[in-house]
Structure formats: C-alpha cells, structure tokens
C-alpha cells in the first residue's frame, strides 16, 4: 500500500512556500519537498502537525492507496 497526499497542492492553495511550512511544523523545506513529491512518508508528528496547521483532518492530506 502507497500513501498519496494533496500536500503540494494545499500549500500551493494557500499560497504558502515550503520553508515556510517547514518551518510552521518544526521541519525543513527538503522534507517538505520529499514529502510532496512522494519520496518520503511523512513521519506521523509531521503528519498531525501539518494537518493542525492547516485546520484540516489528517485524512484529507494523506490517503491510503490500496
């Protein structure tokens, strides 16, 4: 099972940049940027932090492919 998400296209909507993101969840923009691409998973901390900052559910970031 892959896990796909809507990052890159959340953080564009708001008009926000990687490092700033990075930085509003205790990261790095790499990160960011690897998540986004679906080089890496996000870690589950990241994961929530991302979603509380977006005011959105976890699931609405990240979805489970089957």
Do not use: W
Not at 25 to 53: F, K, P, W
């Amino acid at each position: 099972m892959a896990i796909n998400n809507t990052l890159k296209d959340i953080r564009e909507e708001r008009n926000l940049i990687q490092a700033d993101l990075a930085k509003a969840v205790g990261s790095c923009s790499d990160t960011i940027g690897r998540i986004e691409r679906g080089e890496r998973n996000a870690s589950l901390e990241i994961a929530i932090r991302l979603a509380h900052y977006q005011k959105m559910p976890v699931e609405e970031i990240f979805q489970i492919e089957d």
